[in-house]
């Protein structure tokens, strides 16, 4: 969820991240995560407690939360699958034929 501030209402963290603020905590179906005071109105108290990364873009003034992990683990496997891509000329790319090298995956979506 992308913010422009960590002030966050009730509203907006349920639209957006799909936790509803309830007496027990926050919640996600069944799943209720106990808060302390602070927690209900920071958005970078909420997500440490929910285990949610969060990034500062200083330059745009934007704050990017989540997602939630529950678990405290944003991945649950460092496997990564199979991935053949055509390179720049067109031939076909395997992940896998880099093992033992650094690399770095960039992705984008228009949306």
Known sequence: MLLSSLDITPADLAERAGWELKPEGACKGE????????????????????????????????????????????????VVPELVLPDLDGNELALSSLRGQRVVLAAWASW
């Open 31 to 78: 799943l209720c995560v106990p808060l302390a005071g602070d927690a209900r109105a920071s958005a970078a108290a909420l997500a440490e407690r929910l285990g949610m990364p969060v990034v500062h873009d200083e330059i745009h003034r934007l704050w990017a939360v989540g997602p939630s992990t529950a678990a405290g683990r944003a991945l649950e496997t460092a």
